[in-house]
C-alpha cells in the first residue's frame, strides 16, 4: 500500500519532465555580394568570392570537384565526394539536423566543431556551417540542403582571423 503513493510520486515526476530543445546559438542571412565575382560552385548553384582568391569549380569526365584559395593561402575551400567511379555535388547526409556541434573526421583524427551557424533564406534554414573555435587555424564543415535533407557540401579550412570573410563568402551561396 505505501509503494502506490511512492509510484503516483515518481509517474509525476517523470511526465514533468521536459526534453530540453537545441538552442542554435547563431545565424545569418543569404546575401550576395556586389563587386564579388560569382561562379560556378555546384551543378544547380553558385557562389562569389572576392577576388584575391584563385582555382574554383573543377569539371572532369566523371563530375565536378572545388578547390579554391586565399592568394596568401589562409583560407582554403574544397570538395570532392566520389565514390571512385564518379563524383558527386554533395556528401554524406547530416544525421542530426539539430545537433549543435560535429565530430569531424581529419585523417587518422576526429576534429570536435563546437560551433553551429544556420544560413537563411527568408526564415529557411539552408545551410549549417559547423566550425571550431580554437585560435589559429579552424576547421569548418558545411552542410546544405538538398533535396529536403542537409547533405555535406563543403570544408573550409581558414585562419581564426579571417570568420567574418569565410562566413560572408558561404553566405553568397545560391541555387540556380
Known sequence: ????????????LLTSCKKEEAVISD???????????????K??????????????????F???SFDKFRNDT????FYNFS???????FG??????NATSLDFPEGDRIVYLDKRLNFTDNGEIKGIFFYNSTEGIRNGDL???????????????????LQDEVITIIATNRHN
Not at 74 to 77: I, Q, T
Open 83 to 89: 565514390n571512385g567511379l564518379q563524383q558527386f555535388d
Open 27 to 41: 545565424s545569418t542571412e543569404l546575401q550576395q555580394q556586389p563587386g564579388w565575382i560569382m561562379e560556378k560552385f
Open 1 to 12: 500500500m505505501k509503494s502506490v503513493p511512492l509510484l503516483l510520486c515518481f509517474a509525476l
Open 74 to 77: 589562409r583560407v582554403h575551400a
Open 143 to 161: 552542410y546544405w540542403n538538398d533535396g529536403g535533407q542537409f547533405k555535406a557540401a563543403l570544408t573550409v579550412y581558414y585562419d581564426s582571423g
Open 92 to 97: 554524406d547526409t547530416l544525421a542530426d539536423v
Open 62 to 64: 566523371e563530375g565536378g
Open 43 to 60: 551543378n544547380d548553384y553558385t557562389i562569389q568570392f572576392p577576388d584575391f582568391y584563385t582555382g574554383g569549380y573543377l569539371q572532369g
